[in-house]
């Protein structure tokens, strides 16, 4: 079976949506208006998403192989090569993140007020480092990548975050930072026994389950501080908090996702008899991740905070979908994935609209403005049911599917799950019945402007993700399909 290939302007595709948003960020420093820096870095995100989009129709989702591929030797005495390539579970994170920068820019516009400059270089910079950690297939090169978003990320919570934003840079940089370190040890391992950085060769060798113990436990650190997994949380609801709008959706939306796909990418693949052995513990976080996000949510007032500790929840899933080690519970930890990026992008973008009108994300203060809201309030409940998973919208079928793989895995670890579903429904319907009605002692909101053009094209296409992916999956699913089976079956035998 032949793999497509795709070129623009005669340069492999995937190489183009690298490095395209790094030249937009050389092109941006010659750039001295603040109105023209907006719409430069608005019109480059676009072009780079447009050219993302045709990956979707050219991509074969009848093969596991991996497609668009490009491989040079990059530094030949190591046997390191600049290889790239997508399968079907790269290939939607690659278009969620193409597809939300150009989001996050808009939800910028008025929000960010200084050092514009700056803070567009580090958009464009942190796109170019996210594409490539899903197109790496050599794995120094995938470590480049992982490392180069570190950097800019952090300068966005340190320069443009909340009061508290150097706590919160330096915990996240310090906790990313540790975990890099056990990647890269593992990385090295794997290079002296198989004499390559090559993440296809990796795959399929006779490792001692002595190694590969070791070695899942060093991915094992890495990907749940990016997750981030139970116990290894505790940075998130800090660089949320503090973050700028568009470092929130960032965050949420695609920083995550490298976690639970170095999880798929690394550990299943890579160490199939460790995973074996030690997916039941991880089962056991994942619950526990789902429970204690759901009631950490449920206890807050902070709306930043809420949505963040949902986090834990939803990411908690799709941890739950990998190591049940089905085909469904795997397809169903990336729409998981998928659909986090999409719902829990959107609602920072809502808590940040509150923000700039009011100046405070207590839920207190924020109660009752749907009364002089009511194009907004429409979006946000939409979102909101999307988050507790809502049949109909794009959460419930990744959802869904997980239960049902986890079910076929282990009866009474779905059963344990039961309580997280229940919270998410708490405390999002208490969300969106504060925010929409308030209460008796609503506050005075005077000359509250509802939503502009600006945040309603944002929010447009968030909301048509979420109905598109819930009322017709099959797209997506589809292009899955015939990659987990071969993940699958490189782990062990297959179950449904």
């Excluded at 514009?116 to 990548?145: N, P, Q, T, Y």
């Excluded at 310090?174 to 975990?179: C, D, L, Q, S, V």
């Excluded at 992916?469 to 990659?483: D, E, K, M, N, R």
């Amino acid at each position: 079976m032949t793999t497509p290939s795709f070129t623009f302007l005669g340069l492999p595709i995937l190489s183009v949506l690298i490095f395209s948003p790094l030249v937009a960020a050389a092109g941006a420093m010659l750039i001295g208006s603040e109105r023209l820096l907006r719409g430069w870095a608005l019109l480059c995100t676009t072009v780079v998403a447009a050219l993302s989009l045709p990956l979707w129709w050219r991509f074969n989702p009848e093969t596991a192989d991996f497609q668009f591929r490009e491989q040079v030797a990059w530094i030949p005495f190591l046997k390191i090569d600049y290889a790239l390539g997508v399968d079907g579970i790269s290939l939607l994170l690659v278009l969620l993140t193409t597809l939300i920068l150009p989001l996050c820019v808009l939800a910028s516009w008025t929000y960010i007020k200084t050092r514009i400059k700056e803070f567009f270089i580090c958009l464009l910079v942190m796109e170019s480092a996210m594409i490539g950690v899903f197109c790496a297939r050599d794995a120094i090169l995938f470590f480049v990548f992982w490392e180069a978003m570190l950097i800019p990320m952090a300068v966005l919570i340190g320069v443009w975050g909340g009061p508290r934003r150097l706590y919160a840079s330096l915990k996240f940089f310090i906790y990313t930072m540790a975990g890099s370190v056990f990647l890269l040890v593992a990385l090295i391992a794997l290079r002296l026994k198989t004499g390559s950085f090559d993440l296809g060769g990796m795959v399929g060798q006779q490792f001692s389950p002595v190694f590969q113990f070791w070695v899942f436990a060093a991915f094992f650190l890495s990907f749940a501080i990016k997750v981030p997994m139970f116990p290894f949380h505790t940075w998130l609801p800090a660089a949320h908090v503090e973050a700028p709008t568009a470092g929130s959706v960032i965050l949420a939306s695609v920083l995550l996702k490298m976690g639970t796909y170095g999880f798929l990418r690394f550990c299943l693949p890579i160490t199939p008899q460790a995973t074996l052995a030690l997916a039941p513990w991880m089962l056991v976080l994942s619950v526990i991740g789902i429970l204690y996000g759901g009631l950490t949510a449920l206890a807050q007032n902070d709306l930043k905070k809420l949505v963040a500790y949902s986090s834990v929840g939803h990411m908690g899933f799709a941890t739950l979908g990998i190591f049940s080690l089905t085909t469904q519970g795997v397809e169903g930890a990336v729409l998981v994935m998928i659909n986090h990026g999409v719902t829990t992008g959107a609602l920072f973008i809502c808590v940040g609209v509150l923000y700039e009108r009011l100046h405070t994300r207590e839920l207190s203060a924020v109660a009752g403005v749907g009364k002089l809201m009511p194009v907004f309030t429409g979006f946000f409940g939409v979102f909101c049911l999307s988050s507790l998973a809502f049949p109909g919208t794009n959460s419930f079928i990744g959802e869904f599917l997980v239960l049902a793989g986890s079910f076929a895995h282990s009866k009474w670890i779905t059963i344990c799950v039961v309580p997280g579903v229940v919270l998410a429904a708490a405390y999002m319907l208490r969300v969106l019945q504060r925010v929409a009605f308030g209460g008796t002692s609503n506050p005075v909101h005077e000359g509250l402007q509802d939503l502009g053009w600006r945040e309603v094209i944002t929010l447009t296409p968030l909301l048509v993700a979420v109905l598109w992916i819930g009322l017709h999956p099959q797209p997506v699913v589809g292009v899955l399909h015939a990659t987990v089976r071969n993940l699958l079956l490189q782990v062990g035998p297959l179950v449904p």
